[in-house]
Nanobody, 123 residues
Framework: QVQLVESGGGSVQSGGSLRLSCVVS????????MGWFRQAPGKEREGVAV???????SYADSVKGRFTISRDNAKSTLYLQMNSLKPEDTAMYYC?????????????????WGQGTQVTVSS
């Protein structure tokens, strides 16, 4: 079955950087939209960034200019480069795969999810 496995989370200080990776099995990262979501304790899971099959990207306003989504189709891997991290970025981060070639940042657009990787940013 389709599998998504995230890695790269950790604890950093405010202003630091992390790069998350998501290895995807049995699903084409080139033909489908791929996204990153996050969920902080007590909050709803929210869309952070998406990359569509044509390479277009979209970001939540809260991370624009700080986060960059990318993919390596040859490695079936999705990335999220996170710079200038803030304490409010603390959350569990999830990789997600959509069935369509184009997606937005809504949860219902995504069919498959990883188990998540924790990101903690201290002030």
């Amino acid at each position: 079955q389709v599998q998504l496995v995230e890695s790269g989370g950790g604890s950093v200080q405010s202003g630091g950087s992390l790069r998350l990776s998501c290895v995807v099995s049995r699903w084409s990262t080139s033909r489908h939209c791929m996204g990153w979501f996050r969920q902080a304790p007590g909050k709803e899971r929210e869309g952070v960034a998406v990359i569509n099959s044509g390479g277009s990207t979209s970001y939540a306003d809260s991370v624009k200019g700080r986060f960059t989504i990318s993919r390596d189709n040859a490695k079936s891997t999705l990335y999220l480069q996170m710079n200038s991290l803030k304490p409010e970025d603390t959350a569990m981060y999830y990789c997600a795969a959509g069935r369509s070639s184009w997606c937005g940042l809504a949860r219902y657009e995504y069919a498959y999810w990883g188990q998540g990787t924790q990101v903690t940013v201290s002030s």
